[in-house]
């Protein structure tokens, strides 16, 4: 059975940071292209970004420049940096595959505010 398990969202200013990470088992991580999602109050979940087992990355144009997505696929684990952070980006932030997505995982709540 495949899980996702997300942390490391919280509260933050606008023009902060934060890291996320998304630790998955039940499947073969190094093989799987990652991504991740996120949800807004009241919108429906959106993608964010992707990494490829050859770690090329692909960015939505709203985040670009600002989120960068990582992989150690010795730790099944992706991870998120998001910096300069906008009231926008306020979702919960999921992680799954990109190709053939499974059972979504909690989520983590990122805020942010003033």
């Known amino acids: 059975q495949v899980q996702f398990v997300e942390s490391g969202g919280g509260l933050v200013q606008p023009g902060g940071s934060l890291r996320l990470s998304c630790t998955v088992s039940g499947f073969n991580f190094r093989e799987e292209v990652m991504a991740w999602y996120r949800q807004p109050p009241r919108k429906q979940r959106e993608f964010v970004d992707l990494?490829?087992?050859?770690?090329?990355?692909q960015y939505a144009a709203p985040v670009k420049g600002r989120f960068a997505i990582s992989r150690d696929d010795a730790q099944n684990t992706t991870f998120l940096e998001m910096n300069d952070l906008k009231s926008d980006d306020t979702a919960v932030y999921y992680c799954n595959s990109r190709i053939l997505p499974r059972t979504w995982g909690q989520g983590t709540q990122v805020t942010v505010s003033s």
């Open positions: 990494i490829t087992s050859h770690e090329f990355t």
